[in-house]
């Protein structure tokens, strides 16, 4: 069975950088894509940056454009999300999960079906 660890979560002020690891464990990296989501407090999970098994096509939702990159490393079996700029509304939950959706449909949850426990990110103003 496919499990993910993620980590690399914690708390920096507004402009800093951190770096998430989605580690991958039990199956092939490049038989699925991998997904990063956030939940904020009071607010519904949305798709922050998605990486395709396929063929490597990446979706970034277009709030954290030019400012997160998603990366894939077959060899180390991860998947991670540098995130720089860091802003205080990017403070949430951070799951990876794996599964395998629809080339154009990177973003729905409903492909994803293997998640992590998830990470969490604080951004202090």
Not at 35 to 43: D, L, M, S, T, Y
């Amino acid at each position: 069975e496919v499990q993910l660890q993620a980590s690399g979560g914690g708390l920096v002020q507004a402009g800093g950088s951190l770096r998430l690891s989605c580690a991958v464990s039990g199956g092939t990296l490049a038989d699925y894509s991998i997904g990063w989501f956030r939940q904020a407090p009071g607010r519904e999970r949305e798709a922050v940056s998605c990486i395709s098994g396929y063929d490597g096509t990446t979706y970034a939702a277009r709030s954290v454009r030019g400012r997160f990159a998603i990366s894939r490393d077959g060899a180390k079996h991860t998947v991670d999300l540098q995130m720089n700029s860091l802003k205080p509304e990017d403070t949430a939950v951070y799951y990876c999960a794996a599964g395998t959706p629809i080339l154009s449909s990177l973003r729905q949850e409903s492909g994803y079906f293997h998640w992590g426990q998830g990470t969490e990110v604080t951004v202090s103003s």
